[in-house]
């Protein structure tokens, strides 16, 4: 049991490993904040839609099963936005067209297809909660690295000194920034094989 | 003739070996390279020479980075020093100290060591710098321009003065200005290198005198700087005739960086076409986006992004233009 949750977050780290879910892990981890709060929408929907596929496993026929997947997804959400609309506007001005954008992340409908569809409920859970975990892990690790850099601050506070949060290391907030990030991660993940 | 004295060495081709090799051109470029950095140091102070100093330190300690992970020995073959001085040429001299520093860093250790060193690098290392800092510190490249310190009874540094340094800048935030730039001694101040900009690119003068024994000795083909400036003349040519740019192409190809990058970036071997023809399409390449940039562009200067640009399809060029092998 165990298993599926590990699988998730290390061998199949979906950002680091499958290469997949790349587009808001690169746009939104500008800083702690908002990975976070991206981080914690992908792990909710990923694991109710995963619960709710794998229940409606045995009624969904074969050809229309990526409609149903989908309807299941943007279900979720939508009761992701209009919460963190209501709870935390600030991350959601922020995050802005990410939250909607979840409905086509390929990690969830990626999890439904290749997993949830062909397992039972308690092993869906669990799976959803590891990839959750995975993605959330990866987009921190670059949040981290690029607010560091990029502002000399972690989560709103100065912590590099005054005098870099002055002149940070702009590239690193910049788009760029996050794809010498993104490339640094996997590399360091590819090392500890 | 007494056969034990007579040296017949057997051996596999080749036989015929050129003497020229990596570090020797490499310090041939350093060597050539001094000559702008003479003139820096004359027009702007001693600050160029610490800004230079700065990121050949910056160049070097990556390397030394680099090579002892990868447990190689290639700090001395002078490449990374070029990389260092060529970052330090492309910043303005009022610029802070590490701000070379941290460019050549970044050239070493993202721009080149990962894609394996030198000679398999995708992009020009001292361009990819530059872009870093240009990215990161936009104020500090941007601000900093210092007007010569030996005026010499030019008219460009009256006009630098008033707000932007450059002469690029000046046509590009205060066209009505611009036409002064195409008085001869306007050009004559821009041809010898009296005028403000980035550390080493100043001078015509002086580059094209570092330039032509690297030119002779084949270090650096002639077909690129002949064919980039050539482009940039005549297309600016054109356009200053149908009125679009208020500067002269004479003005054109002596302001900013042109020179410098014409001769000294983008002629770098390993980012550009192997082939003749391919030199000639990448050069012409570099020459419209140049100016695509310096006219309708956001930045009063369009040379190094537009070396980078033309880096980038270099292996598609060389693969379009591959010769004819022998014998089919």
């Known amino acids: 049991m165990k298993k599926y949750i590990w699988d998730g977050i290390f061998k199949n780290n979906p950002v680091l490993v499958l290469m997949i879910g790349l587009c808001p892990t690169v746009a939104v981890s500008t800083t702690v904040q908002n990975a976070l709060g991206m981080g914690v929408a992908v792990l909710f929907v990923l694991t109710m839609s995963n619960l709710t596929i794998s229940l409606l496993r045995p009624m969904v026929p074969e050809s229309i099963r990526i409609p149903i997947f989908i309807i299941v997804i943007s279900t979720f959400v939508t009761i992701t936005d209009y919460v963190m609309h209501a709870y935390a506007p600030a991350i959601h001005k922020n995050l802005g067209i990410f939250v909607p954008l979840i409905v086509v992340n390929c990690i969830i409908l990626g999890r439904a297809e290749a997993f949830a569809s062909k397992h039972t409920p308690l092993p869906a859970i669990l799976d959803g909660i590891g990839s959750g975990i995975g993605f959330t892990l990866a987009i921190l690790g670059m949040a981290i690295i690029r607010e560091l850099l990029g502002s000399g601050k972690l989560a709103g506070h100065i912590v590099l000194g005054t005098k870099f949060a002055a002149t940070p290391i702009l590239f690193f907030s910049l788009p760029p920034g996050a794809f010498l990030a993104i490339a640094v991660l996997i590399a360091l993940t590819r090392l500890r094989k | 003739m007494n056969p034990s004295t007579v040296k017949l060495k057997v051996s596999v081709a080749p036989h015929i070996r050129s003497v020229d090799n990596i570090s ?51 700090i001395t073959d002078g490449s990374a020093i070029i990389t260092g001085m060529l970052v330090a040429f492309n910043v303005p001299p009022g610029a802070p100290w590490w701000l ?16 394996g060193g030198l000679g398999y690098n995708i992009l020009n290392p001292a361009l ?10 936009p104020n500090f490249m941007t601000k900093g321009w ?23 800048g000046v046509a590009k935030l205060q066209p009505k200005l611009a036409s002064m730039l195409n008085t001869p001694a306007a050009l004559k101040a821009m041809f010898i290198g009296n005028v403000g900009g980035v550390v080493g690119e100043t001078s015509a003068l002086l580059i094209l005198v570092a330039a032509l024994p690297l030119m002779f000795k084949k270090y650096i083909d002639w077909r690129i700087p002949v064919f980039y400036i050539g482009t940039v003349f005549a297309l600016t040519g054109i356009l200053y005739e149908l009125g679009v740019t208020p500067l002269s192409p004479f003005a054109h190809v002596l302001a900013g960086g042109l020179f410098l990058g014409a001769f000294f970036m983008a002629t770098d071997m390993v980012t550009s076409p192997v082939t003749r023809k391919g030199k000639i399409i990448f050069a012409i390449g570099c020459g419209i986006i140049t ?4 006219i309708w562009g956001g930045y009063p200067e369009g040379v190094s992004y537009s070396i980078l640009l033309m880096n980038i ?14 014998g089919t």
């Not at chain 2, 990819?128 to 510190?137: E, K, N, Q, T």
């Open chain 2, 24 to 74: 020797r051109i490499m310090y041939s470029v350093i060597a050539a390279l001094m000559l702008p950095l003479v003139g820096a140091i004359y027009f702007y102070g001693w600050c160029a020479l610490w800004l230079t100093l700065s990121g050949i330190v910056g160049a070097v300690l990556a390397e030394l980075i680099v090579n002892l992970i990868q447990r190689k020995f290639t």
């Open chain 2, 291 to 294: 100016v695509a940039i310096r």
């Open chain 2, 100 to 115: 070379p520093f941290a460019g050549s860093i970044f050239a070493i250790l993202v721009a080149k060591a990962p894609f």
């Open chain 2, 313 to 326: 399809v270099t292996p598609l060029i060389d693969r379009k233009v591959r010769p004819r092998r022998f």
């Open chain 2, 146 to 168: 210092l007007a010569p310190i030996r005026p010499a009874g030019s008219t460009v540094s009256g006009v630098a003065t008033i707000t932007t340094a450059t002469p690029l």
């Open chain 2, 128 to 137: 990819a710098g530059r872009a870093f800092l240009m990215a990161s510190w």
